[in-house]
Each structure stands twice: as C-alpha cells, then as structure tokens.
C-alpha cells in the first residue's frame, strides 16, 4: 500500500538546531480527521484549548494530543504522516524503526523494549467501555442483574487484547471474537450477535450512530480499565530519543494548563453521564 504522506511544518518551536523530522503512522481517516480539526481550529496548535468539533473522536483528539504537546516542547521538528492498514502493521513500522511515533495513546502493556513510554495520557481506571445493543434490543428495559449480564454473549474485536483481559478479569466468560473484517455494528444490525463491547461516545444519549444503525449502551452497566495508555515513541528510530523527550516536555506543560484533562472530556473518555454505573469487582489471578 503506498503511504500518504503529508509534511507540515510547526511553527511553534524554539530551538535554534536544523528541525527533526516526526514521522507519526495511523489510520488514513483519522489523520484526515486531525487536518480538518486542525484547520476548524485555525491551524495555530498552540492556541487550541477547545476540542469539541464534528472530528473529535477519542482517537483524532489523542492525535491532536500527540502533536501539540510536540509543539509545546523546545524541539524544531517537522511532522511527515504515513497511513497504515491496520494498528498491528503501524506498532511494527515503530518498533522496527521505520516510523517514530504511533498516532494515538496505546495500552501500557503495548510497550517492550523497543519502545519510549510517555508520560500517562489516560491514566489507569479511567478508560471505560460498554455494553451496545441494537435499538430495538429488550436488553435496554428489561431489568437485569450483573450476573445475568455476564452470562450473556459479549462480542469484541479478535485483535483486541487489553478488551478480552479486562472482561476476563471482570468476570465473564462468554466472550466472542470477531475478525477485524467483521463489523461489530454490522453483526448488531442483523441480529448475529447480541452484545458489542465498544467505547462510550461523546454524545448527549451516549449512542452510537453509523450507516448500519444507532445502537445504545445497557444501561448502569460499564467496564472500567486498570492500565494506562500513553504514546509510543520507537528506540529504533534516529531521533526517538529526542522526540520522546519532547512529547513528554509538551505533555508536562499541557497538563497544568489542564489542556488534557478538557481534552478527556471533549472527547468522550470521561463520562460524567456514566459516572454512577456500576462497574464488575475485577478479579486477580490470585482470586481466580
């Protein structure tokens, strides 16, 4: 597949030193996001401390993230874009030393040692997710307890690790993996699976809208994640180092402006509509 790629030049850099490419690997619809939000914004990174927008899903506003705190550190740099298939193709380009920087926060347990680890973007229990069903779904009025729910055929992405642990560890046991062609929402809308575990998005009803349909979260019922997710920065790469230092630089100043934590809410990772939702004891391997 050939890379797209898009150079931008960051005006808001200190350092006297020729500028340092960032090449950043993603998604190709979420690096479109990111430019349409951007120019929204009026293309100026470091006045941005508003990120409602029609683009600002979790992912684009994490990418957004990842570039302002760059812009926030004292490193000259340029950034370069290269679209990827799929996430398991853009973790390998980082940790083989093709690409600098993945585009948006990953689960800690993501990193090995060929890879920097920034500074907590979410930080551990605050990441939630949970249970969609169609409109039409009983499960939405009927009552139901904890246990009844986690007898319940739950359905995720094959690929999605961190998502089958955690439901794993909160006590269920009846969990289905699709394929990353198989569309969780698709298979909702003709009724092959019941359940979809998905995150919350940032919307007054908490639903989730797409072509197939709208789908609704069971209500008083969520997950919550123990690990934390942070940007990756590859050890490979001939400026990893420098380019890790400065994400975390920016991310620091970011953080007592309380850019970050607006940015967790805008985008829909802090759900103060879900706030009182009972979330399942999670069990160790000790318990277990």
């Known amino acids: 597949m050939k890379a797209w790629i898009i150079s931008i030049l960051c005006l808001f850099s200190f350092s006297s030193l020729a500028s340092i490419e960032v090449s950043i690997i993603g998604d190709q619809g979420t690096i479109s996001n990111y430019q349409q939000l951007l120019e929204l914004k009026g293309n100026n990174l470091g006045t941005?401390?508003?990120?409602?927008?029609?683009?600002?899903?979790?992912?684009?506003?994490?990418?957004?993230?990842?570039?302002?705190?760059?812009?926030?550190?004292?490193l000259n740099f340029t950034i370069e874009f290269k679209a990827s298939p799929n996430t398991g193709r853009s973790l390998r380009e980082v940790k083989q030393g093709d690409v600098a920087v993945y585009q948006a926060d990953i689960w800690e347990s993501d990193f090995d040692d060929s890879t920097y680890k920034s500074v907590a973007i979410i930080a551990p229990n605050t990441f939630e997710k949970g249970f969609y069903v169609s409109s039409n779904s009983p499960l939405l009025t009927q009552?139901?307890?904890?246990?009844?729910?986690?007898?319940?055929p739950i359905s995720v992405g094959k690929t999605?690790?961190?998502?089958?642990?955690?439901?794993?560890?909160?006590?269920?046991?009846?969990?289905?993996t699709l394929n990353r062609n198989q569309s969780l929402l698709g298979m909702l809308s003709k009724e092959r699976i019941q359940i979809a575990f998905l995150e919350f998005p940032n919307n007054p009803d908490l639903a989730i809208h797409d072509s197939y349909g709208s789908f609704y979260p069971i209500p008083n019922y969520k997950i919550k994640f123990q690990q934390s997710r942070h940007f990756m920065v590859s050890k490979k790469h001939p400026y990893g180092a420098e380019i890790a230092q400065a994400i975390d630089q920016g991310l620091t100043?970011?953080?007592?402006?309380?850019?970050?934590?607006?940015?967790?809410?805008?985008?829909?990772?802090?759900?103060?509509?879900?706030?009182?939702?009972q979330a399942p004891e999670v069990q160790t391997p000790e318990q277990n």
């Open 253 to 277: 100043k970011m953080a007592r402006l309380g850019l970050i934590e607006k940015a967790m809410r805008q985008s829909g990772v802090k759900q103060e509509r879900v706030k009182h939702w």
């Open 160 to 176: 999605w690790h961190q998502d089958i642990a955690q439901l794993e560890q909160s006590g269920f046991t009846n969990i289905n």
């Open 48 to 74: 941005i401390d508003d990120y409602h927008s029609p683009y600002s899903d979790r992912a684009t506003v994490s990418l957004l993230l990842l570039v302002q705190a760059i812009s926030f550190s004292d």
């Open 143 to 152: 009552p139901l307890s904890l246990e009844q729910l986690k007898e319940l």
